[in-house]
């Protein structure tokens, strides 16, 4: 017998961790995740941001403050998520933070709070909940990187596009090593999607240029991002892992 048509709907009940939840692309993954029904931990360093977007949210939303680039802290919040909500299905790593700075204006100080939280911060959560996962036979991680991993960066700076690189071998390496335990882990590289990053840090004449240099003309929706994340999460996408799927509006094609 072939493989059955898949529903996207295979993740109700699965336990969700969405990191940066209060953003503009986090809480858009937050809210179809928990649409899907799946329990969501929300976690944030922002409190306030975290209770006014996840309450609005129909579903399990539980939300968690973490400040991600600290291991100690990641530790002990997840110690308080797995009493609550028990092992995590599905990571989705979203915290980051943008720069401009190109390579002579970044302090060192700049430079390791970049990597603190676009990298450690990743790195911290997948060790937490790795073994789980392949105990379970069973997992998904989803890293949002960016454009900037392999662009060096249009408009952000050295460090985010470092960070982003890195968040890529993070991907490759911990794809390979968890393949064989049935955990996916896949990322995705946004480029300009509609959030403060893009309305706020860029001046109005930045963003024209770009978006008459994006081929479908538009910037990105956080949902098209969460849509993409629901693949991923899902069983449809099992054989893919090791994976970067670009969102990038056709700025590059490989
Ligand atoms: N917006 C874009 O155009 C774009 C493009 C490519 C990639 N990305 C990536 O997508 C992700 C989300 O971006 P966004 O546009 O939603 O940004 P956003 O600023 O709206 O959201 C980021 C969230 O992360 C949280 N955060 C920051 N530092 C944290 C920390 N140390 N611990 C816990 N939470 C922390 C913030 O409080 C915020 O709620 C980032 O990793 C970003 O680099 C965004």
Redesign the pocket.
């Known amino acids: 017998m072939g493989t059955q048509r898949t529903q996207l709907d295979d993740i109700t009940g699965k336990t969700a961790l969405v990191?940066?939840?209060?953003?503009?692309?986090?809480a858009a993954i937050t809210r179809f995740l928990a649409e899907d029904g799946v329990r969501v931990a929300a976690?944030?360093?922002?409190l306030g941001?975290l209770q006014e977007v996840t309450g609005a949210f129909e579903g399990d939303v539980s939300p968690y403050v973490?400040?991600?680039?600290k291991e100690a802290e990641v530790a002990a919040v997840m110690k308080q998520v797995r009493a609550d909500l028990g092992d995590i299905d599905i990571l989705v790593n979203?915290?980051?933070?943008?720069s401009n700075n190109k390579l002579m204006e970044t302090s060192a100080e700049e430079w390791h709070k970049i990597h603190a939280?676009?990298l450690d911060?990743p790195f911290f959560l997948s060790k937490e909940v790795l073994p789980a996962m392949q105990q379970a036979g069973w997992g998904r991680i989803v890293n949002?990187?960016?454009?900037?991993w392999k662009s060096g960066g249009k408009t952000s700076g050295t460090a985010y596009s470092s960070s982003?690189a890195a968040i890529v071998g993070l991907t490759f390496a911990v794809a390979k090593q968890a393949a064989e335990f049935g955990v996916t882990v896949n990322g995705i590289a946004?480029?300009?999607?509609m959030?403060?990053?893009?309305t706020e840090q860029l001046s109005e004449e930045q963003r024209q240029k770009m978006m008459a240099e994006i081929p479908v003309r538009r910037f990105s929706e956080?949902e098209e991002i969460a849509n993409c994340v629901r693949f991923l999460a899902s069983t449809m996408s099992a054989f893919i892992t090791g994976e970067i799927i670009d969102m990038n509006g056709g700025f590059q094609f490989d």
């Open positions: 990191t940066g939840a209060a953003g503009s692309i986090g976690v944030d360093m922002d941001k973490m400040d991600v680039s979203v915290a980051g933070i943008l939280v676009n911060g949002i990187a960016s454009y900037a982003k946004p480029a300009y999607v959030s403060p990053m893009v956080p």
